[in-house]
């Protein structure tokens, strides 16, 4: 094996490696998989994020969901961050992680407060802003009348005064 120690630059190896800085990025998770914790009391759900566009595309960060564990605290602090991962990728009710893949939304990433040198996702968002129809109680909203079959097929800026 031949290899030109001159043309690596380890530095830049080590750099895909390190922590990703803080911030915001659009990501999708690209897999999914429960494992139990060190302790053996309980399991977590690994995602698997992967930066999806800008200067990071490419990199990685990870969660842990503690879906299953002896601390009802953590248990709720994990589903209500499922929650948030389901409402971002517009999945409510996945019957399976998968279903969770290869649907971009944004991840909020701080370093993390209990090892340095490494990042956390602080929170999960959707890509796009939620339409007024999904953030106005259904109570709330008013009827809408459809538009007039001739009209709806002539765009707004086209149409004839009355």
Not at 96 to 102: F, G, P, R, T
């Amino acid at each position: 094996m031949k290899f030109d120690w001159e043309t690596f630059d380890p530095k830049a190896e080590k750099s895909t490696h390190d922590a990703l800085p803080a911030g915001e990025y659009v990501a999708v998770i690209t897999d999914s998989k429960m494992k139990p914790n060190r302790a053996g009391t309980g399991e977590y759900l690994e995602l698997s994020f992967q930066v999806a566009e800008g200067v990071h595309q490419g990199r990685f960060i990870w969660t842990r969901l503690n879906l299953v564990h002896e601390n009802e605290q953590a248990v709720r602090i994990a589903r209500g961050e499922l929650a948030a991962v389901c409402k971002a990728v517009g999945v409510l009710r996945p019957s399976d992680s998968s279903e969770l893949h290869d649907k971009p939304l944004k991840i909020v990433v701080r370093p993390a407060r209990d090892e340095p040198g490494r990042s956390e996702i602080k929170s999960f968002r959707p890509l796009k802003a939620a339409p007024l129809s999904e953030t106005v109680p259904p109570a709330a909203a008013q009827p809408v009348e459809s538009p007039k079959p001739a009209a709806a097929s002539v765009p707004p800026w086209k149409r004839k005064a009355s």
